[in-house]
């Protein structure tokens, strides 16, 4: 048993599918995982928008950010041959049927698996993302605190 | 003495060229080395198609991600400045009046030094691949298997 | 203490700037880190040209190459949503704003904070990149001194 980090600056659906498969892959050998999301990656921990919910105080610079980024993990484009969308879909029509998980099914064994997933606060600030709008069940940290886990860590990944 | 090992997960010809470049300097240097290929970086082990050979099963939606892919590594794009090849045919002019070797010469270079490469079979049946497509002389295997060899290495490069 | 390496393939503004933000995190935790400039990421060392100065000797297709290359670390583009330095721009407005340094700032607190600072010659070749070209205060080496620093490291990134 060791311990893995993995920064996930990435929002591309397949990178942040990789991400999750090298994640889930170490936790289920037992060893401890840190995802650690910063900038675009930050999109893979958005949760469906509550209607309901008092909007967040943000400047109008942030509002075109977060206004621009996915609003859920299985809205995230592909690296390559996105084509607006209808590349990722036919990945996932692809993966379905070799049963391969998609992105929310992978975050979701994450989860029950017990991998320690962090938001970078300082990223949320520049992409004007607030922890409302983030999933439940992760916690908020800067740089040092990655360095900490990556100290202690035998295999640390930049995606 | 040591290990490293280096996922190619992209198929950019300047991020397949470099991660060439790190495995085949450490394998210089005596290191045992592990290239796990997967999604856009299994472009790097296609082989010519042989025009004779029977097609390989593949389901219409694996049909149009692989016939997308480049079918030859001297034929994948640059992740800058591409230009639909035409920046990767100017940067090839220059490599070569410098005398740095292509990603085929390079590739060629590693099999010699024994690098181990893998090619990910979860992504071959996303991206329709099969075996039939990549060159000889590579493994098979999945996630389990990548982090088996890096619990080993002391460099684990994500490129 | 211990030590920390990173590659810096990437030419993107956000990309570089996780870079200096890991590197000067980890130095300022008293850290030794080397930093390994690479392909696009030479342009984070451009300096101001200085008009007076005599042209390097190249040749047409590295004054190509060269002459797309962003002139200066403050002109890197987005990985995302850049819309011709438009996103840049409001980027660095909200980083601004929330007391986040540029790439210009964060490089310069590397250098005072020891950071060693290594320009990939190979790179600088293959792009027409002179050393009177790049700041001051660097190093210029090949794949060799990169790998024995990432021997000595006990966190290696390419980003």
Redesign the interface.
Known sequence: M?KKTI?V?S?DY??VM?AF??AN??AA?D?EVTMFF???GLSALRKQPNPGAPAAAK?G??K??SG?LPKHPEKLGL???NFAGAGRM??K???K??N?MTVSELLETAQEQGIKMIACT?SM????IGKEELIDGIEYA???T??GE??E???????
Do not use: P
């Open positions: 060791s920064i600056f929002g397949d990178r990789a498969i090298i892959g170490a050998m060893d910063t900038f675009w400047s610079l942030q075109v950010f621009m690296s390559k041959f036919m990945m029509k692809v993966m049927s070799e391969v300082m600030d520049v992409l004007g800067g740089v040092a990655y360095l990556a100290d860590a035998n295999v640390n990944l930049f995606i």
